[in-house]
């Protein structure tokens, strides 16, 4: 059952992933990382801020604990609540890069997943152990036969077929047509972020409206619990079901005005950016089509690349939206307009003739970490008691499953897991802090969210097992409740220590370490190994950079890809453009072209038994330099020779060999250059 818990909480954010495509600018993972944080983050910082609360009042007053999360119910909590799923928006957010970039849509979307998170783990808290007393459905879905108004877990009928699916709901007695309910906290969020958007994003006195919503959330919320905590008020259940037939459309309204206010803003950034437009859109093309005719080219590469390519423009439109420049928009600028021009030198079908599946693969060795492979194996390792206990043994058949981990040694397997993923998780977060400080000035703002929404994931899975482990100390048994009384519509209440740490590992799946491109930028940023228009190209692209440059200088005919958009093979613009190189790296280095003619062959240097290479500018300090742009990497063996041949006549001459390379170079040459000649002698430049 946790299973479809799990199927309906991400279906009813990837309904909004879908509708938001047009004027969103995070990405789909950004999404569903917003998800882990509702439940590791903003649920366990719920849970504390509510039993602080509940047992300094009960102790206070002297009044029964139990009347005191009562009341709480339906005054206090539902406000702690709202404001707590908020709280990571408004945190990162505080970012003026993360403000700037982000639009209105993009608030609606994370806002729905930190709530679609938060529900997640009521449900699985309140039901993901009663695989063994539930009963099937004819209609499908699941019912936990605890009262005449049953809790009713949906099935795949109920959850696929229905607007923003709730996790877990109620079901009359007899009733033999059973739907998913929508799910509140997904709804209450969404509207609660879109008018933290208007407060962060709209000037003037129009700002003011971003209250709006954030009061209607708390009110509704207190509202629906004040009816559960009632339930002979006939009035206000009569409100809440009046509210909750409604609920289904309030996401699709915010995503409506947002979209709506966001589409404008790009309408108008557009033609005072310069750079930002492709060659079909100044044309006469809509961005749409234009986009649509190069995505076509070469499914799915092309089609990924261009989805990328638009969320990164809108990211820069949303910016230059906003008001004054900001810190970093130059270089998402040149980013951006980089993007486009190789978006047009490859925007030809016979550009793309020889990318295929194995073409991509060999594109992403470069970006490869060894390290990542042994981290993700080590999680799963990990990981495989919580996913034994909470998906394969969460179904009436499976039951058993759950059985042994609840019973025996079972609970002493999940602890014993749960440390040893304790450890890691604290790992993985001070790796996350480094990166944090080291990418405080990086230009592109997702890259910032991502790193500080896994910071919130690892943070309350740490908690959670520190609280945990306190707990057995405590002499609490692994299967023995952890807090009685305690709020989130007391889906905690019999909250038993083996399950804390089930859920606790996997936590693990949002830290996984991140792939390709993004793990590419925050390294070489970290490391100061690549520049930051290379690092922003790498977190927007990924491995499809290498793709899209590879196409490029195929849809040019040479290696002046950024240089050539119409494809002109003409020898007199080659030459011009190596000339352009190597007089800019002859002036960066107070060096000199020994050709005496840039742009021809240079000095010619020999390696027995190897070949031959020129050197093309020769540094102030005497080095031998190869200049070079990206046609390098479609022959990755013979640049590799040449940078060897380069270092064995420098080593020669008791000089140092370097190459410069220029900016949109694809990371595979870069890195082989890296791994012959050191880190300190390749660099990138910016003709």
């Known amino acids: ?49 509510e039993l602080a609360y509940t047992r300094s009042v009960a102790e206070a007053t002297g009044e029964p604990l139990t009347k005191v999360v009562e009341s709480a119910s339906y005054t206090v909590d539902p406000v702690i609540e709202e404001l707590v799923k908020l709280a990571p928006l408004l945190l990162i957010a505080w970012n003026v890069r993360i403000r700037r970039q982000w639009g209105l849509t993009d608030y609606v979307v994370l806002g729905a997943g930190l709530g679609a998170g938060f529900g997640l783990l009521e449900a699985v808290t309140r039901y993901g152990l009663d695989a063994g007393r539930a009963i099937s459905h004819p209609a499908g879905g699941w019912l936990v036969p605890d009262s005449l108004r049953a809790p009713y877990i949906p099935g795949p009928e109920q959850v696929f077929s229905a607007w923003f699916p709730a996790p877990q709901g109620t079901l009359e007695l007899g009733d033999l047509s059973p739907a998913a309910g929508t799910s509140p906290h997904l709804v209450y969020t969404a509207l609660a972020a879109l008018g933290v958007g208007v407060l962060l994003r709209v000037r003037g006195w129009m700002r003011a409206l971003g209250i709006l919503p954030l009061v209607a959330t708390s009110a509704l919320h207190m509202l629906t619990n004040y009816a559960a905590a009632h339930p002979t008020d006939r009035d206000a259940a009569s409100r809440v079901d009046t ?91 040149r980013s951006v307009a980089w993007t486009a021009a190789q978006i047009d030198a490859s925007d030809r079908e016979h550009a793309w003739r020889a990318v295929d599946l194995r073409a991509v693969v060999r594109a992403g060795r470069g970006m490869r970490d060894r390290r990542r492979k042994w981290v993700v194996l080590i999680s799963f390792g990990l990981m495989i008691p919580a996913l034994a206990l909470l998906l394969v043994g969460s179904f009436p058949a499976t039951a058993e499953v759950q059985r042994y981990f609840g019973s025996g040694n079972g609970p002493y397997i999940l602890v014993g897991f749960g440390i040893a993923g304790l450890l890691l998780t604290g790992w993985q977060l001070m790796r996350l802090l480094v990166a944090w400080r080291a990418t405080l000035g990086f230009p592109h703002g997702e890259v ?99 793709v899209l440059m590879a196409a490029a200088a195929d849809g040019s005919g040479g290696d002046t890809a950024a240089d050539n958009p119409r494809g002109s093979t003409d020898p007199a613009k080659s030459d011009a453009v190596g000339a352009a190189r190597e007089q800019k790296v002859a002036k960066l280095t107070d060096g000199t072209v020994p050709s005496g003619a840039p742009g021809k062959p240079g000095l010619k240097v020999t390696k027995p038994g190897a070949g031959t290479t020129d050197v093309d500018v020769i540094g102030g300090d005497g080095s031998y330099i190869a200049v070079g742009g990206p046609a390098k990497a479609r022959n990755l063996a013979k640049f590799g020779e040449k940078c060897h041949i380069l270092k064995y006549a420098a080593e020669q001459n008791g000089v140092r060999a370097q190459v410069y390379l220029e900016q949109g170079t694809p990371e595979s040459a870069l890195n082989l250059a890296r791994k012959i000649l050191g880190n300190e002698n390749v660099h990138v430049f910016v003709r």
């Open 1 to 49: 059952m946790a299973l479809l818990m799990v199927a309906a909480t991400v279906y009813g954010v990837a309904q909004l992933l879908v509708l938001s495509s047009p004027a969103r600018s995070v990405r789909v993972s950004t999404a569903l990382l917003a998800i882990a944080v509702g439940v590791y983050g903003c649920g366990v910082a719920a849970a504390l801020l």
């Open 448 to 546: 910032l969210a991502i790193i500080r929404l896994r910071i919130w994931a690892a943070l309350g899975g740490c908690v959670t097992a520190a609280l945990l482990v306190l707990r057995l100390g405590d002499g609490v048994a692994p299967d023995g409740p952890v807090i009685r009384n305690l709020h989130l519509l007391d889906a905690l209440n019999n909250f038993l220590a083996y399950l804390g740490f089930a859920l606790m590992l996997l936590a693990l799946l949002a830290l996984f370490p991140p792939g390709g491109g993004l793990a590419l930028a925050t390294t070489g940023v970290t490391a100061g190994v690549i520049t930051t228009e290379a690092a922003v190209h790498a977190a927007a692209l990924g491995t499809l950079g290498v």
């Open 243 to 333: 509210f909750e037939g409604m609920l289904w459309a309030v996401p699709l309204v915010c995503l409506a005005v947002a979209m709506a206010a966001d589409l404008r803003q790009v309408w108008r950034a557009k033609p005072v950016v310069p750079g930002v437009l492709l060659h079909a859109e100044r044309a006469g093309r809509s961005g749409l089509g234009a986009l649509a005719g190069y995505a076509a080219w070469c499914v799915p590469w092309s089609t990924l690349i261009a989805l990328r390519f638009a969320r990164l423009r809108r990211s820069l439109l949303y910016g230059v939206a906003g008001g004054a420049p900001y810190a970093g928009a130059e270089a998402l600028h």
